[in-house]
């Protein structure tokens, strides 16, 4: 039985059911649209496995829903179904990129099949051989279609040993990709070493990475096996890779073409088999152009590219990712569940997120350390918010903050002498006093604080 999604179109609400049916026996969870523009809004609140579609249908045609589907989503799999079925159509699906096309009346049996090798190209089927494969992915929360459009294409070429290059902002979980890539290979036994590129100091990280022979400088008092060598048989995962010097990117670009690396101060190289996986959160076409990155090196790491949605731009993510930060934090601190109240989640939705995943956790994190109960306010993650830096907010609103802020200081001061303030503002006594009327400050509201 499979565990994929389907989403069939058809304008034919016969054959619409009766293909549903043979799908849905087959242990298939099938979805339904009666147009290509129903499809399309479909696909927008979920990613199917596979896209099963009519070809001639008013509006928006197979291929047209094709053509608008690829360029969204071009690892989805899609299968084209027409009673008009001639030579050239097929071969102008097929060299647009359709996975797969069939002539009505079509056999079963061989929608079956076509839809089984669809799935398992796009990484929905775990392989027999392996139950384990089903779990590739554990640990990565997510419910957007960005999201598992990515997810499938990391599993398609989790099976070769392409070099892959992970692109994101920080914190948006580049090495959590990596080593679910891992998880899905053939190397899933061996090992997985991560090393930041950009943490490790740039005369230390040709020893880290290659390692180095006794007496290789001072202080190498013995022998140390590098990083390349403890990922022998499985993956390396270079973080920050735009971040490297040049100079050791040229000894990189030597080990991934020749397979081998040597130790600092070793005469002879050892033979490593390692699966390269790099990721990075600068521009590295423009470090390419202004010489700060090899363009050979880059080609080498970037067989294949993933790039990760920011959190902005998987905004129906938070609410999953903000319960499972929660019930992990409970489990940390050993206190009851926490939960956000409806408009404190609200604002946890509409916050622009600069630093992303890493960002929302670290947010969260406090919220539970702070709140007296397990009733996270609305107004507590809008403090922190305000109190993180790099949490920008529009300009309108960081002005009056100021303002109030500055106003508040300047009363407290002078105990709420408006005479004394105004002076120390810089300001005549009557603009001064519009400015509080703006906040709403009383004067009489700081007047006891001065005694005190």
């Known amino acids: 039985m499979s565990s994929g999604d389907i989403l069939l179109v058809d304008d034919d609400p016969d054959l619409l059911k009766l293909i549903s049916l043979r799908l849905g ?24 496995g596979v896209l099963i579609t009519d070809l001639r ?43 797969g096309f069939l002539t009505k009346p079509f056999d079963s049996q061989e929608l079956l099949q076509l839809v089984a090798s669809a799935l398992k190209l796009a990484g929905d089927l775990p392989q027999a051989s392996d139950e384990s494969a089903a779990e590739w992915r554990a640990g990565i929360i997510t419910r957007s279609p960005t999201m598992e459009d990515l997810l499938r294409q990391a599993r398609r070429v989790a099976d070769s ?47 880290e990475l290659f390692g180095h022979a006794r007496g290789a400088f001072t202080g190498a008092v013995q022998a140390h096996k590098g ?38 101060g070793a005469s002879q190289s050892i033979a490593v088999d390692v699966r390269v996986i790099s990721a990075t959160h600068r521009d590295l076409d423009a ?9 050979d090196l880059y080609y080498r790491l970037n067989v294949v590219s993933l790039k990760l949605p920011s959190l902005a731009e998987r905004r129906e993510d938070i609410p999953l990712l903000a319960t499972h930060f929660l019930r992990k934090l409970a489990e940390r ?19 622009p997120w600069p630093g992303n995943v890493r960002q929302l956790l670290n947010l969260l994190e406090q919220a539970v ?56 503002a810089k300001r005549n006594r009557t603009e001064f006093y519009k400015l509080l009327q703006r906040h709403h400050l009383e004067p009489s509201m700081f007047k006891e604080g001065k005694s005190g």
């Open 25 to 48: 026996s087959a242990g298939y969870r099938v979805r339904t649209a009666d147009s290509g523009e129903t499809a399309l809004a479909a696909l927008a609140v979920v990613r199917p």
């Open 333 to 351: 601190y050993k206190r009851p569940v926490s939960s956000l109240a409806p408009d404190a989640m609200a604002q946890l939705v509409a916050a």
């Open 57 to 99: 249908m008013p509006g928006i045609d197979g291929l047209q829903l094709f053509d608008a589907v690829h360029r969204q989503h071009p690892a989805l799999p899609v299968i084209i179904l027409t009673a008009h079925g001639t030579i050239p159509d097929a071969v102008s699906a097929t060299q647009r990129g359709v996975f």
């Open 161 to 207: 040993d392409a070099s892959v290059l992970i692109f994101g902002e920080s914190g948006t979980g580049k090495e959590l990709l990596a080593r679910a890539i891992h998880r899905a290979s053939p190397r899933r036994e061996r090992a997985f070493v991560a090393v930041n590129c950009g943490a490790i100091p740039e005369p230390l990280l040709e020893s």
């Open 227 to 264: 990083l390349f060598q403890a990922a022998d048989g499985g993956t390396i995962f270079l973080d920050e890779i735009g971040d490297m010097p040049l100079a050791l990117q040229v000894k990189l670009l030597r080990v991934l073409q020749e397979g081998e690396v040597r130790a600092v």
């Open 287 to 295: 470090q390419k152009a202004s010489g700060q990155f090899r363009e």
């Open 369 to 424: 350390a702070l709140v007296p109960t397990t009733m996270i306010p609305a107004s507590l993650v809008q403090n922190t918010l305000r109190e993180d830096a790099s949490a920008l907010v529009p300009f309108e609103e960081a002005r009056k903050q100021f303002e109030r802020d500055y106003l508040v200081r300047l009363l407290k001061i002078t105990g709420g002498n408006v005479s004394q303030a105004a002076v120390m």
